[in-house]
């Protein structure tokens, strides 16, 4: 059972409009977007600034697709949030170029280098640290330097910490997991 219960329809005009450029037609927005809906006024602030979007949070294009996708689901991995790892396997990962196998693997300690760039093994790495030690050592910012320039390093360190707090509220409003088909 859910702490927060997600707002149920009919929406309030607001809300509908908000949703309605989340979400496809017909589609029931998910159950968390529909908990933080409980304090509409942030939930408007947030698709109103583009924070929120169709693709999730903080996506502004400047990352590659795949790549954004692969921080997410990493991010979810190490915060525990199965609820935002199921909800992106379920809408959208593979439209944005991840393989079943490496959704399957963004679950691994160890992922599997056969599946991976060196620059997307190095954001899975990032994603680690910034999660479970909050710590980027000098040697995995030599890695990331590598492959990614500052602007994208802070992109998306700023993904991940987005996601990380995407988890924190899923530990608060313990919502349903919603249940969607999936879409590819």
């Not at 009919?10 to 529909?34: C, D, K, N, V």
């Not at 795949?66 to 992106?88: F, K, M, P, Q, S």
Request: charged share 25%; hydrophobic share 45%; proline share 6%.
């Amino acid at each position: 059972m859910p702490r927060i219960a997600p707002v149920t329809a009919p929406y309030s005009a607001a809300l509908q409009e908000r949703f309605a450029r989340l979400m496809p037609e017909g589609m029931t927005p998910p159950a968390i977007f529909r908990a933080v809906a409980r304090n509409e006024g942030l939930f408007m602030q947030m698709v109103d600034s583009d924070l929120l979007g169709p693709t999730g949070l903080l996506d502004r294009r400047a990352l590659p697709k795949r790549l954004r996708e692969l921080l997410i689901l990493r991010t979810c991995v190490a915060a525990g949030n199965d609820y935002e790892w199921h909800l992106h396997v379920d809408t959208i990962s593979a439209r944005m170029g991840l393989s079943d196998a490496q959704i399957a693997d963004t679950r691994s300690e160890a992922p599997d280098a056969s599946l991976w760039t060196g620059a997307e093994r190095a954001a899975m790495a990032l994603t680690d640290a910034l999660v479970r030690r909050l710590d980027v050592d000098d040697a995995l910012y030599a890695r990331l330097s590598a492959h990614h320039d500052e602007p994208t390093l802070i992109e998306m360190t700023q993904l991940v910490g987005l996601y990380t707090g995407v988890a924190m509220l899923v530990a608060l409003a313990r919502p349903e997991r919603d249940d969607y088909v999936v879409r590819k």
